[in-house]
């Protein structure tokens, strides 16, 4: 039912910086969440950032104080701020929004982070 596209993902150099954003098919400030995740093949899918409907932001150890989740309900549109970007940071990142009981996804974004 919530429709998430993803985008901004590209080739960033060691230590540069990307903003991703995940535009919705619906007012945000009527979910009950949003989130970022990344994966890399073979490995389970990680959850790196969320924000609430009030604004409060909450972020796992690896990205602690590089990453930054924002939101922007005029605009139904999610971001993630990455700064100081490490090879380890390699990955296709994914929005996520829960509703009612039901966590969507959009399609995801791939992130390289190479010299």
């Known amino acids: 039912q919530v429709q998430l596209v993803e985008s901004g993902g590209g080739l960033v150099q060691p230590g540069g910086s990307l903003r991703l954003s995940c535009a919705a098919s619906?007012?945000?400030?009527?979910?009950?969440?949003m989130f970022w995740y990344r994966q890399v093949p073979g490995k389970e899918r990680e959850l790196l950032a969320s924000?609430?409907?009030?604004?409060?932001?909450n972020y796992k150890d690896p990205v602690k104080g590089r990453f930054t989740i924002s939101r922007d309900n005029a605009k139904n549109t999610v971001y993630l701020q990455m700064a100081n970007l490490r090879p380890e940071d390699t990955a296709v990142y994914y929005c996520?929004?829960?509703?009612?009981?039901?966590?969507?996804w959009g399609q995801g974004t791939q992130v390289t982070v190479s010299s």
């Open positions: 996520s929004a829960m509703k009612g009981l039901r966590l969507y």
């Open positions: 619906e007012n945000i400030f009527n979910l009950n969440g």
């Open positions: 924000v609430s409907n009030g604004g409060a932001t």
